[in-house]
């Protein structure tokens, strides 16, 4: 019993050291690699090159009308940085989808966890609102995400944005516009909805090339100019609607004139 005892504790130590020995190694090869980066969007909003001053009627949009804004809410989706020297990828996969809002200074910096690997990326688009796949109905259960509801019977799911300010109407007195955009509806002769229309699109960032270096933080200011959407090329007159949520004329005009609504800005 004592030679195999000797024996057994011999062994143990044999095995004891090879896999202290070998443990160095097997972590090295099994550490994932760590060339990469931060990313994080700031989002603006200015009025033709200025920051905002909310609730002060001193803006003029293409169709002459005087106006402020109130409320600015809006979505940014699917984000992907496109490269041809490493592989183009999906911003915050798992949870795709930002609200931004200007009374919530939290919403308007997107910081997740996620590593981008280090490189040149030659540009920048996403999806302004929420795409088909993920504009479901319910599916943000606390505010102010779910605020943003688009009622079921003009097609449901969330608006990609609210844009609400109040202008000079023709009479001279003041009213209200609310630019509210989301699923649009198709109706037939007698004005039934027999359809609807996803009026989410893309936007390539101008000048969005920006580098990722290892273990830094690369920071991109999205700028929305509110005075865009109101044209041109479509030219929005606030005289001829209070809202336009089921006016799906309306609505495609407000996404011709937000492509061009956008731009950027890079502080690597």
């Known amino acids: 019993m004592k030679i195999t ?4 504790n011999s062994v143990l130590v044999a095995f004891i050291w090879y896999f202290a020995s070998v443990s160095p190694l097997s972590a090295q090869k099994s550490e994932p690699d760590n060339n990469y980066g931060d990313l994080s969007f700031n989002f603006v909003h200015q009025v033709d090159g200025n920051p905002i001053l909310y609730d002060t009627m001193i803006y003029t949009n293409s169709a002459g009308n005087k106006y402020e804004i109130n409320q600015v809410q809006y979505f940014i989706s699917e984000i992907v940085l ?4 490493v592989d183009s990828i999906m911003f915050s996969p798992l949870i ?4 931004v809002d200007k009374d919530y200074p939290n919403t308007l910096i997107w ?10 990326y030659d540009s920048i688009s996403f999806i302004f609102g929420l795409s088909k796949n993920n504009n479901k109905s319910y599916r943000f259960k606390n505010p102010p995400e779910s605020i943003m509801f688009w009622p079921d019977v003009l097609g449901g799911g969330y ?3 609210k844009i609400n300010v109040r202008y000079h109407n023709n009479n001279g007195d003041i009213s209200n516009f609310n630019c509210h955009l989301g699923i649009g509806q198709i109706r037939n002769e007698q004005k039934k909805i027999i359809g609807f229309i996803h009026n989410y699109f893309r936007v390539t960032l101008p000048a969005s090339s920006f580098k990722i270096s290892k273990g830094e933080i690369s920071k991109v200011e999205i700028i929305m100019d509110i005075n865009k959407w109101f044209g041109p090329p479509d030219i929005i007159d606030f005289n001829n609607y209070g809202g336009i949520m089921d ?3 309306a609505m495609r005009s407000i996404c011709k004139n937000g492509s061009s609504a956008f731009s950027c800005r890079i502080i690597e």
Not at 5 to 8: E, H, L, P, S, W
Not at 82 to 85: D, G, K, P, R
């Open 159 to 161: 608006h990609y944005m």
């Open 82 to 85: 496109y490269s041809h020297s």
């Open 96 to 99: 795709p989808w930002h609200y």
């Open 5 to 8: 005892y000797k024996i057994f």
């Open 247 to 249: 006016n799906q004329e």
């Open 111 to 120: 910081s997740p966890d996620d590593k981008i690997p280090a490189g040149r």
